[in-house]
C-alpha cells in the first residue's frame, strides 16, 4: 500500500478517534492545528465538534484560508458533522466562519435538541452492508449544489453527500467500527 500521510484538523472535536480509524487503516496521522501541518498532506479529515468553535479557531490560527484554497485544488477531504458544517457554503441561520468550498446550505442541529442523539442503520450508496449511523445533534442537509451527489438520506434528507473530492456526512462513523467511510476517504484519487 502506497504510505499515506492523512492530516486531522485538531483544533477541537473528536479528532482523536479519526486518528485512531485512520491508523487502524494503516494510515501516517498528522494534527493539524497551523497552517505548515498542511504541507504535503495526501487526505484531511474535519472532525465532529462544534463548528462554531471550530470555525473560530481556524480563522484566529490563520488555517481558514489556507485550508479552502487547499482543498479547492483538490485534496481528498471528509468532514464529519461540525466538519460537514465547517465545509459547507453556509447555514440556514446566522453566520460563522465556514470554508465554503462544499455547495451545500446546512440546518444545525436538524434534528432538535429533544432528540439530542439517536442510531440507526443508513444506507450508503456503494457499500453493500448498511452502516450503524450515530447522530449527534448533527445537521442535514438543505440545498444542494448542482455537483453534489447524495450517497445517503435518513428520514429524506441527505445525511451523506460528495462533491468531487470532498465527502461529507451528518453522523459519526469514527465512533464506530466500520471503517468502510475512512476507506472511501483514501480511495478518493487527488485530482
Ligand atoms: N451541533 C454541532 C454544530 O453545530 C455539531 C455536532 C457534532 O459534531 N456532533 O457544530
Known sequence: MVSRLVGVLALQGDFREHRHALEEL??????????????????????????????????????????????????????????????ARSVTEGTQYQLGVLDVVVERNAWGRQNESFETDIYIEGLDEPHHGVFIRGPWVEELG????????????????????????????????DRRLHKMLLEIEES
Not at 52 to 70: K, N, Q, T, Y
Not at 153 to 175: C, Y
Open 26 to 87: 494503516g494510515c501516517d496521522v498528522r494534527e493539524v492545528r497551523t497552517d505548515a501541518d498542511l504541507q504535503d498532506l495526501t487526505a484531511i479529515v474535519i472532525p465532529g465538534g462544534e463548528s462554531l468553535v471550530i470555525g473560530r479557531l481556524s480563522h484566529l490560527f490563520g488555517l481558514l484560508e489556507p485550508l479552502a484554497d487547499l482543498i479547492r485544488s483538490g485534496l481528498p477531504t471528509l468532514g464529519t458533522c461540525a466538519g460537514m458544517i465547517y465545509l
Open 146 to 177: 448542482e455537483d453534489v451527489e447524495v450517497l445517503s438520506r435518513w428520514d429524506g434528507h441527505p445525511v451523506m453527500i460528495k462533491q468531487g473530492n470532498i465527502l461529507a456526512t451528518s453522523f459519526h462513523p469514527e465512533l464506530t467500527n
